[in-house]
């Protein structure tokens, strides 16, 4: 294979992997916005009952927040990919050489970054297995949250070195 075949192949592995987390991320918001729409009607119905009818669902609150954690962690790759937000009035007015090496220095950084994020979330994982800790409203070990956030922190670091091998911002933009 050559460099072209390599860069294409790597390519479509890296937009399957985005594909699967940006499934996982609209997953997780619909998820979260279900549990907060029968949480309201439940806890409606409660109160219009005068508590006769109680469907209030336990730790509500508790799903909602660490479905939010995942599907910020889940759509990051897709972030990345389209180009983080960047402040274009400077951005615009440097040559293209300095803006690829910004690219890549950025891409570098939150590689690091996130490494080390699922570095210590796996750590505690571990830690939270032996001990077995559970969240305090619905029991659900806090193993697996972790867990889960440190998968989706190397997927982050994964999409990271892939951009920093194979750039896609169009630095042309800012030679006209």
């Known amino acids: 294979m050559n460099a072209a075949q390599n860069m294409a192949n790597s390519g479509r592995q890296i937009e399957s992997l985005i594909r699967l987390c940006d499934k996982i991320a609209f ?6 916005m279900l549990t907060v729409v029968i949480g309201v009607l439940s806890r409606l119905l409660f109160d219009l009952t005068g508590g ?9 609150i508790e799903l909602v927040s660490y479905a939010m954690l ?7 790759p897709r972030a990345l990919l389209n180009g983080p937000v ?13 803006n690829r090496f910004l690219a ?16 210590l979330l796996g750590k505690n994982s571990l ?21 889960a956030s440190a998968l989706c922190c190397i997927t982050i670091v994964i999409v990271c070195f892939w951009l920093t ?4 911002t169009n630095h042309t933009e800012n030679e006209k």
């Open 52 to 60: 006769e009818i109680n469907l209030v669902l336990p730790g509500t």
């Open 165 to 168: 091998l194979f750039p896609h």
């Open 86 to 98: 960047k402040v274009e009035i400077l951005v615009a007015k440097l040559p293209t050489p300095i």
């Open 27 to 32: 997953c997780l918001i619909s998820f979260m």
């Open 70 to 76: 995942l599907m910020v962690f889940t759509s990051m």
């Open 127 to 147: 830690s939270m297995l032996d001990r077995g800790d559970v969240t305090p409203d619905l029991g659900v070990p806090m193993y697996l949250i972790y867990g």
């Open 104 to 119: 890549l220095l950025w891409n570098l950084l939150l590689a690091i970054v996130f490494a080390i994020i699922a570095y």
